[in-house]
């Protein structure tokens, strides 16, 4: 009894990770232009299946595979920040959200012409036996995950609060013109946003895909989950999209478990309905600033 | 007609507006003034519903309307301009007027939608009366002009008329001359005599125009920090020692 | 890729493409109406599109009511849940409206998925289009039942559009500030012209659903939500007219992608991120803007 359930408790805590590093994506260029980015999922995407490419049809050492992979996914964004965000020159949120949505397909159909709609896996990152705890077993990649996550969420916290650029970063937020009038540029701290948040959803994609697969159509849920993630923390606020990202995957997976596999995918949509109608308030990061700013 | 009675307002610690009473008389043009930040603009927005005061209560031709949403507020015949432009930009001039005979009118999606016999005669009442308010405003060679293409004296204008297509009984006028030159601000002031005495709308005009506000008004009210200093007829406020001190400062006892 | 094209010949596949293109545009000046008019945005109409389908094909083939009956109940649950979901939306704005849509057309197609008759495969044998005793046997008649009934509504939209309720939706779109200030119910306002955009949908999932007599939760996705959206703003989503030319542009698509093969997933999306960049107003309003200017510089 208690097995299954910690069995289901780390094989959600495993999925939760990826759909918090996604939800962090969605906080770094939501806290940078106010824009959310739909295709968010993609990059994890991008990152599974980069990484089969280099290791495996290429046979690239693994630190190598790691770092083109990674690389790759911020030279996507890059191309995506400059050649759609930046020459849109518009303020109407609905044109932008609708442009991630088509570059997000652009991307779907650019991964099925090369990788196809099989899903893709390649080896855990070390080998070994799995570890037993309370009869559940754990897989040494799960740890691997989870550590991963662990260490991305650390980096980040420490580059927004203690580097200059972070702090530069986080000031476009508040006030682009602001920020550029004290010498920041705003719109290269737009493009870096864009670079960091896909190599943040990139590295989710590479520790996941040996435990879950990858194949090119998994973006649109993995963005969907990941922003339910962010706001169920906060739209914008960090630590509450690791909160989050947990929760539903544990939920997620306890659903699975207990109820029915089918309806799993439904938790995330239904936990985001409910944030979305009835605590909107509570998610836009500060309820009384909201207010005063509608004067 | 309308009851302003001890409205209090703190923004964030600031005391926006501090136990403000005052009335509007029905038939009268009444003017609010007052320094910069002196809460002109939030009285303006309390009294249309945009937000609830702090404290206080106002009623409008005997009803409480203090917790109506600015929606119910202007149905029940309480209609305004804004001091930064709110049109519908890319609406005509004529359609802007139109939607301001909304209220007045009552064809819904599906009657429209198959044009019953009753939404051609609304219709056609709408465009006349609009035609004429268009006229009354001296807008009437724009009507198919994007309202986003007018300068901004007409923009002002065109925000009246549309108000006036709501067939208000009090008119809430929210700084109408910012912006405009002398010529302009002569041509408004007597365009809203004459909404008041021809149309018989009772006026409440909050302006920065001492000259406009002293030659047109009948009763005036004065802010300063969010609290009534004086109010009165023209005369009377133009004498008074706070009103004075309060727009140019102390007095300097060597003039 | 998007629908399961019946193996028919050349002549009765263009009568298929027609017929497609109608029920398309159906649900494309819905949205027209909704994104354009309204200035709200629907990431979700799939799920409309999908709730038009199931609930007809049920009640006519395991209730036995008549089609027509059918569809207008399917038209009604249709409004009821765009109600459900237009109420607690509508204190939402821009990106958060957006994703709230996205995240109903998903449930509904989980719902659809695992609680529709025949799960994931879908169902068959739906009955054929029919009213009074007159059963519509041929591809033609459908095309033309569905063209009259794009023409019935086409008319509805564009006399609701220049009248009252159009001009409160274009104002709504314009300053929700100033609607407050004229009296508008902002509110009751964009709750209706979500359950007009719903109804649209289903009356065309309905028809598509009696049309193809198979059914199955693959054809009520993102993408088609997405494919939706690509419509009106390739057509223009200022008008109903735009979201007729892009639904006929984007049916006709496939026909044309044939050639990629594969590709066709990303030639959607780079046309729908290029109209996003360079046409950003749409095929209708710019070709209707050109003409005007050609009028004009003809009469001065």
């Known amino acids: 009894m208690l097995t299954v359930f910690l069995q289901f408790l780390f094989s959600g805590l495993t999925v939760g990770s990826v759909y918090a590093l996604v939800g962090m994506g969605f906080n770094i260029i939501y806290n940078a232009t106010s824009i959310i980015n739909l295709a968010q999922g993609e990059f994890v995407v991008i990152g599974g299946l980069l990484m089969w490419f280099f290791l495996e049809s290429c046979k690239l050492p693994f630190l190598l595979a790691v770092a083109l992979t990674i690389l790759s996914a911020g030279l996507v964004a890059l191309i995506m920040e400059r050649l759609t965000i930046r020459p849109l020159k518009t303020n109407d949120l609905l044109i932008m959200i609708m442009v991630t949505v088509a570059v997000a397909i652009v991307m779907r159909g650019l991964l099925m012409f090369k990788f196809g709609k099989e899903p893709y896996s390649f080896a855990a990152f070390t080998e070994g036996d799995p570890l037993v705890i309370g009869g559940a077993v754990i897989q040494l990649q799960t740890l691997w995950v989870l550590g991963i996550t662990g260490t991305c969420i650390l980096a980040l916290y420490a580059f927004f609060n203690l580097t200059i650029a972070g702090k530069a970063m986080r000031a476009c937020s508040f006030d682009p013109t602001a920020a550029s009038l004290v010498g920041i540029p705003v719109s290269r701290m737009i493009m870096f946003s864009f670079i960091l948040s896909a190599m943040v959803g990139a590295i989710g994609g590479i520790a996941i895909t040996p435990i879950s697969l990858m194949e090119y159509d998994k973006g649109p849920m993995l963005a969907v989950k990941g922003f339910c993630a962010a706001m169920m923390g906060g739209l914008g606020r960090g630590r509450g999209a690791v909160v989050g990202g947990l929760t539903i995957g544990v939920l997620e997976s306890m659903t699975a478990g207990y109820i029915h596999s089918g309806l799993k995918d439904a938790v995330a949509l239904l936990i985001l309905l409910s944030i979305l109608f009835f605590r909107p308030a509570g998610l836009f990061g500060n309820a009384a600033m909201q207010r005063l700013k509608g004067h | 007609m309308l009851e302003v009675q001890n409205i209090s307002k703190v923004f964030g610690g600031v005391h926006a507006l501090v136990d403000v009473s005052f009335s509007v008389a029905e038939g009268s043009l009444s003017a609010l003034i007052g320094p910069n930040g002196a809460g002109k603009t939030t009285m303006m927005n309390i009294i249309s519903g945009i937000f609830p005061p702090d404290k206080g209560s106002i009623s409008f031709k005997g009803g409480v309307i203090t917790r109506l949403s600015p929606a119910a507020i202007a149905r029940r015949g309480l209609s305004r301009t804004f001091q930064h432009i709110e049109l519908f930009a890319e609406m005509t001039v004529l359609e802007n007027i139109l939607v301001g005979r909304y209220i007045k009118s009552r064809s819904g999606f599906l009657a429209a939608g198959l044009r019953l016999p009753f939404v051609r005669t609304e219709e056609e009442k709408n465009r006349a009366k609009s035609l004429e308010i268009l006229a009354s405003i001296g807008l009437e060679g724009k009507a198919d002009e994007l309202a986003s293409n007018l300068p901004l004296g007409e923009q002002r204008m065109l925000e009246i008329g549309r108000a006036l297509a709501t067939e208000p009984s009090l008119l809430l006028l929210d700084e109408p001359a910012a912006g405009l030159n002398i010529r302009e601000t002569r041509d408004l002031g007597k365009m809203i005599v004459r909404l008041n005495t021809e149309r018989e709308i009772t006026i409440l005009l909050v302006e920065h125009d001492m000259d406009l506000v002293m030659r047109i008004s009948t009763s005036i009210t004065v802010l300063n920090f969010g609290q009534k200093i004086a109010s009165g007829k023209p005369a009377d406020i133009q004498r008074n020692r706070d009103v004075i001190t309060a727009y140019l400062g102390e007095e300097d006892p060597s003039c | ?300």
């Open chain 3, 1 to 300: 890729m998007v629908y399961a094209l019946p193996n028919l010949t050349d002549d009765s596949y263009f009568i298929t493409l027609m017929i497609f293109s109608g029920i398309n545009a159906i649900v494309a000046i819905g949205l027209c109406i909704l994104m354009g008019s309204a200035g709200q945005v629907s990431l979700g109409q799939a799920g409309f599109y999908g709730i038009g389908a199931y609930a007809s094909s049920v009640l006519s083939q395991s209730f036995g009511l008549p089609v027509v009956i059918s569809m207008l109940c399917a038209a009604v649950i249709s409004g009821i849940a765009a109600v459900i979901l237009a109420a607690p939306s509508l204190r939402l704005k821009g990106h958060y409206l957006a994703v709230a849509t996205l995240g109903f057309g998903e449930i509904i197609h989980i719902i659809l998925n695992e609680f529709g008759p025949g799960g994931p495969s879908g169902f068959g044998d739906i009955p054929a289009l029919s009213a009074g005793g007159f059963v519509l046997t041929t591809p033609a008649h459908v095309a033309w039942v569905v063209w009259g009934i794009l023409l019935l509504l086409m008319i509805f939209s564009l006399n609701m559009l220049n009248a009252r309720p159009g001009r409160a939706l274009r104002a709504l779109h314009g300053s929700e500030t100033a609607c407050n200030a004229m009296g508008l119910d902002v509110v009751g306002l964009k709750i209706k012209v979500f359950v007009l955009s719903a109804v649209y949908a289903s009356i065309a999932g309905s028809l598509y659903a009696h049309y193809v007599s198979f059914i199955s939760p693959s054809s009520f996705t993102l993408f088609h939500s997405v494919l939706l959206l690509m419509m009106v703003v390739l057509g223009g989503i200022t008008t109903v007219w735009g979201g007729l030319v892009g639904a006929v542009i984007i049916t006709l698509l496939p026909e044309t992608l044939k050639a990629f093969e594969e590709l066709d997933v990303l030639v959607y999306g780079l046309i729908l991120t290029l109209s996003l960049l360079f046409l950003r107003r749409g095929i209708v309003p710019i070709v209707t803007a050109k003409i005007h200017s050609l009028l004009v510089r003809r009469n001065a």
